[in-house]
């Protein structure tokens, strides 16, 4: 059975950072495509950031909403992808979820909250 647990969410204030995780297991994490999304109440879904592993290294792709500010990282030896965000805004507040993508195969994680509020 495949799983993708995040955890790190919470409430936060302005300027401040979080590091969202999100452990998968049932799938060999290595070969999959990983990418954060996020949706705010009334929005639609959109991405965050996304990261690739290949032989010759790792590709990272972020949303111009966060660049500069958020970074995506993978840990294959622990089957886990990272979301670190730093200098965060009120509109950052999102459910956050984790997805992941090896050809045809997609599994999305059940997300966590993100709130960043004063």
């Known amino acids: 059975q495949v799983q993708l647990v995040e955890s790190g969410g919470g409430l936060v204030q302005p300027g401040g950072s979080l590091r969202l995780s999100c452990a998968a297991s049932g799938i060999t994490f290595s070969r999959y495509e990983l990418r954060w999304y996020r949706q705010a109440p009334g929005k639609e879904r959109e991405l965050v950031a996304g990261?690739?592993?290949?032989?010759?290294?790792?590709?990272?792709t972020y949303a111009e909403s966060v660049k500069g500010r958020v970074s995506i990282s993978r840990d294959d030896a622990k089957n886990t992808v990272y979301l670190q965000m730093n200098s965060l805004k009120p509109e950052d507040t999102a459910v956050y979820y984790c997805?992941?993508?090896?050809?045809?195969?997609?599994?999305w994680g059940q997300g966590t909250q993100v709130t960043v509020s004063s």
């Open positions: 990261i690739t592993s290949f032989t010759s290294g790792t590709r990272t």
């Open positions: 997805y992941s993508r090896f050809i045809r195969l997609e599994y």
